[in-house]
């Protein structure tokens, strides 16, 4: 949805967001930021009360000063004090202890007084801004104090990423929400999604006559999907280390980008059409054993070196990291997908932390076309037919291919065409979370998984979660921080003849 306050944009229902966790980090860093992109934008409801939940004790006015200060520090542009006023003058905070069902009751009571007191409707959008191991107990005490069920009014449910650590915690998580609110009810967000870039893609593909046609293995050679960070671990290594690259970023971001891509035509532009396709084409990733999966996959742990100008040290010796730890920072697959339209099409998805550049793009790979007209001319040296969707640091999408070089001699050489969202269209800065936290508030469940996608992407790298895991030490591989990753990965790409694109590349 676009959220630039053009007519088309429907204000939502009066509701009120409560923000379980409300004083860390997420809410201060990007939600309160959202919260107020949208207001400026016109796109929050008349009557709008934004609730802070947590455990600690907290009058109204210091949650409103917190507030304030945050949107201060973190706002994505210049701050018009009057819709920040209007914003986090209305907040109001209560206390809850998912230890303590006494405390949803009196949860349920504060809530039912502000919204009698505004004269608005019980609509109410619960926002999970918590450690993952408090999504399920949460859910869990809203039920039992009756705050789930819809009686006249809508309750809606946002739950963060990660979505389990593996196939079966997902499918216990996913069954214990379920317990409590109905899938129509359940928001799980990913805020990859909310980037321009990646929802163009459905765009790209399905209104432009130019590419459906030849997306296909008759057109296409591979797919890369690529999550480059120069970011080491930092502070977060108790959970880095029981995690790992391929767990926090595989099931969900890179597989987001690549269902988008390799999914079928949706019969319609709804969430469950949209969102059968995407889990159907994840269920069609081809299973792999164990030895497919050492084979298919590469880990690795960064060393020493320079990331983004910063000295960057082992990740063993970084803080709450274990001496022996195999947890890698740095994961690539090989992956194939077993359906009529992607059969015999390698897709290659790669994501790693310290490494040498900051990128997140989709490159599609066409097949060459046949030389035989320019057999004199050093065929190697041809560019190859990419299609890049970038989406960050830069979005834009860039298509490159041969063109002849001027002079009296035929010379070809490789050209780019390049779209830049900046030129054409004047965004405003965003955290990403604006589409998504107003397509909750309209109901609109296009750009959340739905439990049979999450529990898809989580059988696909389950074999590569056990091979490593009963592999131990056997096959990890090092990188020095600031390079593009380990030889290993090279090599994996290499041994099917293709290469890596650079990370250094930006739009052209």
């Not at 869990?140 to 593996?166: S, Y």
């Not at 915690?169 to 379920?178: D, K, M, T, V």
């Not at 969900?252 to 059968?276: G, I, K, T």
Request: charged share 25%; with cysteine; net charge negative.
């Amino acid at each position: 949805m676009s959220i630039d306050g053009t007519p088309r944009a429907e204000k939502p229902e009066p509701c009120s967001l409560l923000v379980f966790g409300a004083s860390g980090d997420l809410t201060h860093r990007l939600l309160l930021p959202a919260l107020y992109n949208l207001a400026r934008g016109g796109l929050l409801p008349d009557a709008f009360s934004l609730v802070g939940v947590a455990r600690a004790e907290m009058s109204d006015d210091a949650f409103r000063d917190d507030l304030a200060k945050a949107l201060r520090k973190f706002a994505t542009g210049p701050v018009d004090e009057a819709i920040a006023r209007k914003l986090v003058g209305n907040a109001t905070y209560l206390e809850a202890d998912a230890e303590d069902p006494a405390s949803f009751a009196r949860l349920g009571q504060g809530l039912e007084r502000g919204e009698a007191a505004r004269q608005a409707p019980a609509n109410r959008l619960y926002y999970l801004a918590t450690p993952p191991a408090a999504f399920a107990p949460l859910a869990r005490r809203l039920g039992e104090a009756g705050l789930a069920k819809e009686d006249g009014a809508w309750r809606r449910i946002i739950v963060e990423k990660p979505f389990g650590t593996d196939l079966a915690s997902a499918q216990q998580l996913n069954r214990e929400l379920r317990e409590v609110f109905d899938e129509s009810q359940i928001y799980r967000i990913d805020h990859y999604l909310g980037k321009e870039t990646v929802q163009n893609i459905l765009v790209l593909r399905f209104a432009n006559g130019l590419f459906e046609p030849i997306w296909n293995r008759d057109h296409i050679d591979h797919v890369q999907i690529t999550v480059a960070e120069t970011l080491d671990v930092g502070r977060r290594g108790r959970f880095y280390d029981q995690t790992g690259a391929l767990r926090d970023m595989v099931p969900n971001h890179l597989f987001q980008l690549l269902s988008l891509v390799a999914m079928e035509p949706p019969s319609r532009f709804d969430a469950h059409s949209v969102r059968s396709e995407k889990a159907e084409v994840l269920d069609a990733v081809q299973p792999q054993s164990e030895a497919d999966a050492l084979r298919n996959a590469v880990r690795a742990q960064y060393t020493a070196g320079h990331a983004g100008n910063v000295e960057v040290g082992d990740y063993r010796a970084a803080e709450n990291i274990r001496p022996d730890s195999t947890t890698e920072t740095y994961a690539a697959l090989k992956l194939q997908i077993d359906n009529w339209r992607w059969a015999g099409v390698p897709f290659f998805l790669r994501t790693g932390k310290a490494l040498e550049a900051r990128l997140t793009e989709v490159a599609i790979k066409f097949k060459q076309a046949p030389f035989a007209m320019f057999r004199d001319t050093p065929i190697e040296k041809l560019a190859q037919n990419f299609l890049v969707l970038r989406i960050q640091p830069d979005e834009c999408i860039t298509l490159t291919f041969n063109a002849k070089v001027p002079g009296p001699t035929i010379r070809l050489d490789g050209v780019g065409m390049t779209f830049r969202y900046k030129d054409y269209f004047d965004a405003a800065p965003s955290t990403g979370y604006e589409t998504l936290i107003y397509d909750c508030m309209i109901g609109d469940a296009i750009l959340f998984q739905r439990a049979d996608g999450v529990e898809a992407g989580w059988r696909a790298v389950q074999p590569v979660l056990d091979a490593w895991r009963n592999a131990g030490t056997k096959g990890l591989s090092f990188y020095r921080a600031g390079t593009a990753g380990p030889a290993e990965a090279e090599a994996l790409i290499r041994q099917n003849g293709r290469a890596w694109r650079s990370l250094a590349e930006g739009c052209r």
